[in-house]
């Protein structure tokens, strides 16, 4: 792909200022990847603030709005993080590489959670109304702790997933065991309470991503998401907690094979 000729020319104050030749494809994806390869670069090392979309838009010739959905990009692959009252930090020098996941047995499962950790950003207390007992095939008018969390790698502060964990009352005490490199939900039933999973319903389904999760994601509303409905059973069939995901789609994979010769049955 061909790349915008850069000229340099002086402003009223004698700085000077990165012009532009109209690029041939859209505004936003030339400035992406000019941004990019400066963060490769360490123009902009880790840790460091990214300038304010003002000072890129100058810099660029550019409007905000192409700013902005430079920008955005960028956040989707984990590269920066915008905080409030701070600024636009870059988080990591190469786009992270999506998370590949097989998920079809209890014991891949188990492997997973042990792999990534949640963030915990808010709480509620609800009751399960006819929906959410479907959804989490629990009796309706039954109290939860609603957990609001991000989702991340083991290692790694770019989240895959927004995530809603489900907690019968009298396991309330897991979140506050919900910090830093902690034990997985599974394993931490079982530490705190003695509770056993002996089943797992997963329910999978592409979604969009809604304004609450985007904008805790930093991502835009309406992205393409997966959500992923996971529910623990004890041996009486009784759920125990659930955790409803929805992983960004460029940070997430579910790869599951099946293998003929070694399946009972084959239809």
């Known amino acids: 792909m061909k790349t915008s000729k850069l000229n340099a020319s002086l402003s009223q104050t004698g ?5 532009t030749v109209a690029p041939p494809t859209p505004r936003y994806v030339w400035l992406h990847e000019c941004l990019l390869r400066d963060i490769k670069s360490g123009k902009y090392p ?3 603030l990214l300038p304010t979309e003002d000072q890129l ?10 700013v902005r959905e430079a ?3 960028l956040v989707d692959s984990g590269l920066i993080s915008r905080r409030p009252s701070i600024g636009t930090i870059v988080m990591a020098s190469q786009p992270a590489a999506p998370y590949v996941a097989a998920l079809g047995s209890l014991e891949a499962l188990m492997k997973y959670t042990n792999t990534t950790r949640l963030e915990v950003l808010g709480q509620a207390r609800v009751t399960a109304d006819a929906q959410l007992a479907q959804d989490l095939r629990c009796e309706v008018g039954s109290e939860w702790l609603e957990l609001h969390t991000k989702r991340h790698l083991v290692g790694q502060d770019a989240p895959i997933s927004f995530t809603k964990v ?13 910090h830093g490199d902690h034990p997985s939900i599974y394993a931490l039933l079982n530490q705190l309470y003695g509770e056993e999973v002996a089943s797992v319903l997963q329910h999978i389904e592409a979604t969009l991503m809604p304004s609450e999760a985007a904008g805790l994601l930093q991502l835009k509303p309406g992205s393409p998401a997966l959500r992923m409905l996971r529910c623990y059973f004890d041996r009486n069939g009784r759920l125990l907690s659930a955790s409803a995901n929805l992983y960004i789609a460029d940070r997430f994979q579910l790869v599951t094979s099946w293998n003929k010769d070694s399946a009972e049955t084959f239809n």
Not at 57 to 66: A, D, L, N
Not at 166 to 178: G, K, M
């Open 166 to 178: 489900y907690l019968r009352p009298e396991f309330a005490d897991i979140q506050n065991h919900l």
């Open 15 to 19: 700085r000077a200022v990165r012009t």
């Open 46 to 48: 880790v840790g460091s």
């Open 71 to 73: 920008t955005r990009k």
């Open 57 to 66: 838009g100058k810099t660029f010739g550019v409007s905000r709005h192409t």
